[in-house]
């Protein structure tokens, strides 16, 4: 699966004081996205992680369109974008209700060996799942 979405309602600790959600928390959507696009995959962070393997972000940005607002539900998608030796990247879209796209973004991570702190190549599971798309 190339593309998974899922659904999350703005809170008011999102927000600012003009309602409207806090450009740093859009990070957060991505990052919700991303699990869970792995998860859906059958890959999940916990058990990379519990084996040795990290996958800290290296590059993120975002464009934001329009603003998403206090107790807005949005669709978060997440978009395999490639993997390449050490790397995956994914882009993302959020939309509100009315299918307005809200807000872009790209990220790339980089999977890294917790006992070296080193880049490493992606372990075979992965490589597995990421083969058919």
């Not at 999940?44 to 940005?61: C, D, H, T």
């Not at 991570?109 to 990421?130: A, H, I, N």
Request: net charge negative; glycine share 6%.
């Amino acid at each position: 699966m190339k593309v998974h979405q899922f659904t999350v309602r703005v809170r008011y600790a999102e927000t600012d004081q003009m309602g409207v959600v806090y450009h740093g928390n859009y990070a957060q959507y991505f990052e919700m996205g991303r699990v869970e696009w792995l998860r859906n995959m059958g890959v999940s962070y916990k058990w990379m992680e519990e084996n040795g393997v990290m996958l800290p972000v290296v590059s993120l940005q975002m464009d934001y369109k329009k603003p998403a607002r206090y107790d807005d539900l949005l669709t978060v998608k997440t978009i395999f974008k490639s993997q390449t030796s050490v790397k995956i990247e994914f882009d993302y879209e959020i939309y509100n209700e009315a299918q307005e796209l809200l807000t872009t973004g790209y990220s790339m991570l980089v999977f890294v060996d917790m006992k070296s702190g080193r880049p490493m190549l992606p372990p075979s599971y992965v490589v597995e799942k990421l083969t058919d798309l």
